[in-house]
């Protein structure tokens, strides 16, 4: 490497900025066409995405070629290509489905009647129900259905193709009701929780990075015509590297509305999608449908630290020295030193107790430690509040 490429670097080669996101260079990423002629595997192209047939894949993938040749086709659907794919009967036995339905309904309902629903993060309160952490609520309500749903191979070929082995499934339920209006477009996790302001502090690689971390996936419980308002996307949008800082935007927001697709599924039918790919759930316009999804979030198993620390005993310890050290060397100092001990990443935690209310991260370990340096809580209190915030993801 020369000398000029280790120092030639700017500010603006390192860091997106929020007055720099401009449409037309999203438009002229996403205005394309997805070529059927290019792909080995899929069985049609619809509305520019491409489509699987599970029923075909699992009759003539039959080999580990076979399989290695399918997940490298999927990988560039979802890096460079259109940044998704449907699959149709990703489950094969509705039976599976309809089961694990009853699950979810029953958790609905049992949330209803403790005053417990949880509204969706992108959409206004009441219109949908959502089960958060669907996935351990319903390996502990029935353990056979789990097992027979999650034994799906479909899940994991298409895991194992974007993330590798050894993947952390979790899994929130989504009911769009009769009549709930659309989701606002959005990115999703781990940038697309963040404000515009929290996301423009990480570099520009890291925007790179996020989107490769993590799986989307949805998984239909019901025949959902587009009456009933199945997820709209901008296909081949997660090329466009700023999208993390554009899409709250509203010329982003009217670009999507104008050019977003909205695909049917049926019972047991599956997408998959890269997180940065705009896309929204939809209007439910139909009269009697309550339109269930699955949604997956797939996450690598890279996402983790190496070494099994005590943050909360050591925020506790440093309290009193980081209130002295505010009072001789100012604010500055003091979050240097939060930033080295406590958690400065605010997942995963009971989203039950914790909603990403539009989209947003509940604080963190060291927003609350910061929060009682600046407001002078006593020790005592900070124990308190970090020991439920310790609680809430334990």
């Not at 086709?73 to 036995?93: C, H, I, K, N, Q």
């Not at 949330?111 to 969706?120: I, L």
């Not at 790179?208 to 993590?214: A, I, Q």
């Not at 439910?284 to 943050?311: C, H, P, W, Y």
């Amino acid at each position: 490497m020369t000398t000029e490429a280790l120092t030639g670097r700017t500010g603006d080669d390192v860091w997106l900025r929020q007055q720099e996101c401009r449409l037309e260079d999203l438009r002229g990423l996403v205005e394309v066409t997805t070529e059927h002629a290019d792909l080995t595997f899929a069985d049609s192209v619809v509305d520019n995405v491409p489509v699987y047939d599970c029923l075909a894949i699992r009759r003539f993938v039959t080999s580990p070629e076979d399989r290695r040749a399918l997940q490298a086709e999927l990988t560039g659907v979802l890096l460079d290509g259109p940044g998704l794919a449907v699959f149709r009967s990703a489950f094969e036995d509705h039976g599976v489905v309809d089961r694990a339905t009853r699950v979810f309904n029953e958790i609905i309902d049992e949330q209803r009647r403790t005053g417990q629903g949880s509204g969706d993060h992108y959409a206004k309160p009441g219109a949908n129900d959502r089960v958060w952490n669907a996935l351990e609520k319903f390996a502990l309500r029935d353990p056979e259905a789990f097992a027979a749903y999650y034994a799906n191979d479909l899940i994991a070929l298409v895991a194992t193709a974007w993330l590798g082995p050894a993947y952390q499934v979790t899994s929130q339920v989504n009911v769009v009701n009769p009549g709930g209006a659309a989701q606002s477009p959005h990115r999703d996790y781990h940038l697309g929780f963040l404000t515009d302001d929290a996301a423009e502090q990480f570099p520009r690689h890291v925007h790179r990075l996020s989107p490769v971390l993590t799986l989307q996936g949805a998984i239909a419980h019901c025949d959902m015509p587009v009456e009933t308002g199945p997820t709209m996307y901008l296909p081949y949008s997660q090329r466009y590297e700023a999208g993390f800082l554009a899409w709250r935007r509203p010329e982003f927001s009217a670009y999507f509305d104008e050019h977003r697709v909205q695909l049917a599924m049926g019972t047991g039918d599956a997408i998959f999608l890269s997180p940065a790919v705009f896309h929204a759930a939809g209007h439910n316009r139909s009269a009697d449908t309550k339109r269930m999804v699955n949604l997956l979030q797939v996450s690598s198993a890279f996402g983790r630290a190496m070494e099994q620390i005590d943050r909360e005993s050591m925020s506790n310890a440093l309290y009193p020295s980081l209130l002295a050290l505010r009072a001789s060397a100012g604010d500055g100092t003091v979050r240097n030193a939060i930033a080295a001990s406590a958690e400065g990443y605010a997942f995963p935690t009971s989203l039950d107790e914790e909603p990403p209310i539009n989209g947003l991260a509940p604080p963190s370990q060291a927003d609350v430690v910061w929060q009682a340096v600046e407001a002078g809580w006593g020790a005592d209190r900070l124990a308190t509040e970090l020991a439920a915030h310790t609680r809430r993801r334990s």
